[in-house]
Every structure is written in C-alpha cells, then in structure tokens.
C-alpha cells in the first residue's frame, strides 16, 4: 500500500480504511475563539483544497482546539489529527501547533475525502528555515510569498532573508535612504535589482506570520559590504564610494573599524531591521571577510553583536562569528566543512546553539548534476538523495548533538534570476531538507513515493521542478492533455 502523501511524515500516524470523512457534503466548524483569527489563512486553504463548505447545522464537524495539557513533546508546534467519520478533530498546545496541524489536514485531503486516521506529530528541531539570497538578486515580493507558501506547506518555521551583499542591498532603513536609492536598483550581472519599502516588508512579515513563518531579516556584515561601501561613502577611508560590483567573486570588500562612521552605521541599521521584524532575531552575516585581518574582523563582529543586542534580539551569524565573543544562546550557522569546524565546537560548549546548513546537503544553489543549467558546484553536487540522507548532529565532529538546534536550507541567487529558476532549484530537494527537519525516522523509500506525490500541487501553482534520480515521477499533467 502506498504510505499516505504527507511530507514531511508525521512521528506516529495510524490508518483506519474503514473510515471516511466526506467533504462533499457541508461542515460544522467548532473553534476556540481565541483561534479564530490566527488559523484564518490555513483554514482557508484546507477549504479550497478540499472543496469543503461551512454550514452552523451541519452534521459534521471539524472541531479545533487548544489543548493546554498532556503534551508528552513539550513542542508548542506539536499537535494531534483525528479523523472519524462524523467528526475531524485538531488540537494541539498552541496556535502554532493549529497551524502545523491543518498543514497536515491539506495533505490529507483525497478526491472528495479524508481517510481515517489518527496522527501524532511534533517536530524533531525546533529551528527548521531557508536562507534566501535576495542580494544577488532581488525577488519581488509576490514571488517571496510563494516561497512562504512553499515552506508553509513543508512546516518550516524560519524564512532568513539575506538581504544585503556586495551586489545590492534589498531593505529600506529610515535612517540611511542612500543604501536603497543607491544600491537598491543594482544587482548581480544578469539579475535583477529591487527593494522592499517598509511597508511592503511588514507586508511580507505579517504573511508568514500568518503561516506560522518567523521572517529573520540578514544585514551582512563586516564583509560581502560593497552595496553598503558603494552608497554610503563615509564607511570608506578615503571617503570616495566604491564602485557598484555586478561580479559573483566573494571576499574583497570590507568595513573598517578604525572609522567613526562605521559603528554609527552598524547601531542604526540593525536598530532599523529590528523595527521591522517580529523575530527574536537579528542575522549579521559575518562569512567570508576575507580582505579583514582576524583581530579586526574580530573587533567588527564585536560591534555588530552590540548594535544586535542593543534592539533587545539575539543574534544569528554564520559560523565563522563562532571566532568572537558570543552571549550563550545566539546561533551560528554552521555552512562550511572545510574551515572553522573546532571554533564552532568550542561556541558550542560556551553554550551557543548551531543550525546546520552543510552546503554538500543544505545549499540549493548547487548544481543537481553536472547537466544542470542553473547553479554552482563550488562544494560538488546536491541531489535529491543527498538533501535526505544526513544526520544533521553527526557533521561536526565533537559537536555536542544537543546543541544542534535545527536545519536550514540555502539558496544563493548568483546564477539563479527569476521564479522559476528559484523553484526548479528548490524542488525536490527542499523537501529533503524540510523532512530531515521534522522527521525523526527517516525512510528514503517511503520518502521517494511522498515525494512524487507532491507533483500535482506543484505544477498547479506551476512551479517546476527537477525529476531527480532515485524517483519514479508521474507523467507531468501537462503531458497527458
Ligand atoms: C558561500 S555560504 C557564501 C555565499 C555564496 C555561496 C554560493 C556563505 C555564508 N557564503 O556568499 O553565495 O557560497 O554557493
């Protein structure tokens, strides 16, 4: 029998075929009040998907509730499914476990049904994101929310907007217009430039939160700083702006700490990204400073860790900040294995938390293969197979498993300029990423048949996507008329 269609799998889901929940005939919604405005979005989309209609005397019912108590996972995302043949019941501790729970209810929605059955969940990690490289180049708004869409439907909880780099610079901050005027409109050779206002970004944040999606805005610094360097000339010692850069070479730019300017710069723009982001966090970059001597770049994440803490969130970085003084809990992002493995370690046992971004299993800006049109192969190639089969606590050698927080995803934009370069990139492997994520028994098997199962709702949101190795993928629905 072929396992149901649900991605990531849920830990515990047990089956009942003589049991069917109709959804050709109207429902009864019964919710807490206290839920009502929060599961709005993903309710809708159940409704949609499932062609469903809500009636007051209906008699069936797809009842809601939050359930405080008698949680043996102590995740406020975990949550439980119910489905019998009068009555389909969601609870969970939280409206964040509602949420995931009716991600789950839209993946088990069959032609006119839901089958029986009875499902217990909660993630494995609590930090399950992607990395998107809007710097290189920019992707409007519209397409942003289809990738929310796309990590909604995945349980991710993290979006990380890298929204600053040598190429342009992407968020609109009050108190240096010149970084958006300026290096707003510039980007990598062949893609495109843009920026979001204020009120566009609150727009997007407030559409992942109603997804259950924490948007964790990236300013990079105190290298890949040429947007930066380019708009305002003051961070410069010689006070001349550099030239706009529209190369793919990392590591040449830089920010100096000797420079008044440069503090003043850092305190107000991370005060400004915290303005505009209900996350807990602030990401700083901190990778690849190449042209800054250690003690400098050492001095310079030291400030950018101030200017962090000072608008009261904590601090991501990627793992070469793991070299500079840390308060316990701030994340690094761990990425490269050739390099700095032992100074994360130690981070770790000074009690910061990693998030594992491996780029041989997490970097979906690699090439699939060597026939692929789009991407990189700087770390070789990132299959299907490749995003699945990896134990995210057994990368780093002497990292302690528990500090191991989560798995995040990475898609950098260097060759990759429109939507659907983006999603023939993510898809499948996103959702490699995403079960590695959630799941606590991985099944490549059982996996591979959830996988291409998911083509359907893909292609109608006409998203393509790569027919992997190891997959035996229906025809595409364009093919068969
Ligand atoms: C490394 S990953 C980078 C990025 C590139 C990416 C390309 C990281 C922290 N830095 O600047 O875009 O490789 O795959």
Redesign the pocket.
Known sequence: MSPLPLLPQPQSVLTDPEVTFPLDQPLRLEVDESLRLVVEVPLAEFLTASGAELTPDASRTIALQIEPDGWENPSPEAYRIRVEADRVQLSAPTDLGIIRALATLVQLVEDGHLPGVEIDDAPRFTWRGLTL?VA?SFFPPNEVKQVIDLLARYKFNRLHLHLS?DQGWRLEVPSHPELTEISGPTAIAGGRGGFYTQAEFADLVGYAEARGIDVIPELDVPG?TNAATHACPELNPDGQPTDAYDGMQ?GFSRLHAALPATREFLQSVFADAAEQTESAYLHLGG??ALALESDEYVQLVGEAVHAVLATGKEIVG?QEIAQAALPPGSVVQF??GRSGTEAVVQAAQRGALVVMSP?EHT?L??KYDQSTELG?D?AGYVELSDSYRWEPTRVIEGLDPRAVVGVEA?I?T?TIHSLEGLMVMLLPRLAGVAEVAWTEELNWESFTRRVAAQTSWWEGRQWPYHRSAGVSWPTPQAELG
């Open positions: 490289d290189r780099d890949h990392v990778d690849e990627w990425w490269d780029a970097y800006d690699l990189q700087w990475a950098w260097e």
